[in-house]
């Protein structure tokens, strides 16, 4: 999932719940270290050998069956997973580990939020998967494979999932607000622009069901309309430009204002509270990217399967994803980087998001069945997988800073949340760069 932001938390926190097809699919995970000591790679039982993953959230492949089937394909390769619950106890960990260069596991995941960093800091410590058999640049979305490239053309990670993004709404509760329900009709109230957008969640509220609002969140406005822009809080020179890049400021601005006019929930996504308001159905509308289904679907009572659908955003844009990399450090790097290709394959990528959620970065994925016949029991008949695709062919080229995670939590967490709570915009904003800026310089 990843998500699967805070751009890490909150990609892949989600993650963790993400399931389409097969229902909610648990993963073992601890808060520990992430790197775990090593010690599980090598040499496995019976003369096999272990390539171990260090891995953050529901990755996904083990539940989708992918290690099973890699490991009949390969009778003597057996594959173990370390897996950190979140990716803010994950990351720190691995740098550390990396640094170091102890520690490491055969394959480790890295969180789109992280990977310019790991790009410019530590690609020397990892292998360069683009030399690995049987990998094409062109099996993956252009800037995807991009954000994993240095700038002299090593690729340290292979992409595993991308989060176009979209609309996810109910249904009936459009319906009792007197809007329309039909898809293609709900995409049209705001085609092209978020204003637009905010439009419609002002007549929601006009004729909201009782204790409902238009939107679950500040931040998850936020985070939509910030992934749309191919500069966000970095220029292409590398340059911090938050705080004076128009768009970012415009994006506050306007979810600042939704949030005063009482149309979004005074929550912080992925927290226990916003969980809650997700069972209890206290919101029509969220941002959502696919692996937000499965976190829906995971939070929601029963009666509320079918009543979701899944309309196209005001832009198009992404929120979340993932990519494997392969320490040079590691004991089977060659049969890892054959792991990390495979499992980032098209077909394998297919599979995982019938299974999981996590939409391929692969576009040749999204001519295979797993993908357009994909369903999800929130959105009944919805062709999810179709949608979805769709919204993938348009996300725009981002410039990936290396501390991404840190602006994006800052904006959300420290700012926008600051006015469903009495604060000022002006005041919202403050707070955020001053914490932002205090976080940057640490």
Known sequence: MRARTRIARKTMVLAAVAALGSGLLAGCADDGDGGGDGSSSGEGGGGKTTITLGLFGTQGFKEAGLYAEYEKLNPKIKIAENVVERNENYYPALVNHLTTNSGLQDIQAVEVGNIAEVVNTQAAKLMDLSKVSGVQSSNWLDWKWKQATTKDGQTIGLGTDVGP??????????????????????????????????????????????????????????????????EKFY??????????????????????????????????????????????????????????????????????????????????????????????????TDEAAKLAAWLTAPEQQAKLFAKQGSFPSAPAAYSLPQVTGAKNTMTGDAPIGTLFAEAAKQIPAQVIGPKDQIIQQGLTDNGVILVTQGKSAKEAWETATKTIDNNLEK
């Not at 109230?189 to 009782?210: C, H, I, R």
């Open 235 to 332: 220029d292409a020179s590398g340059e911090v430009i938050y705080k004076t890049n128009p768009a970012i400021k415009k994006a506050f601005d306007l979810t600042a204002q939704a949030a005063e006019d009482g149309l979004i929930g005074n929550q912080t996504q992925f927290q226990p509270a916003w969980d809650t308001t997700i069972a209890n159905s206290k919101f029509a509308a969220m941002s959502c990217p696919p692996w937000m289904l499965g976190y829906i679907k995971g939070k929601s009572k029963p009666e509320a399967a079918g009543k979701w659908d899944v309309a196209t955003s005001p832009k198009p844009g992404n929120w979340g994803g993932t990519f494997l990399a392969v320490p040079k450090s590691g004991k089977n």
């Open 165 to 230: 993004m979209a609309i996810c709404y109910r249904k009936d509760l459009f319906e009792q607000a007197g809007l329309p329900a039909d898809r293609e009709a709900v995409s049209k109230l705001w085609a092209g622009s978020w204003e637009q957008f905010v439009e419609v969640g002002k007549d929601y509220q006009a004729k909201a069901p009782k204790g409902t609002t238009f939107l679950d969140s500040p931040g998850g406005l936020l985070n939509a309309i910030v992934s749309g822009e191919s």
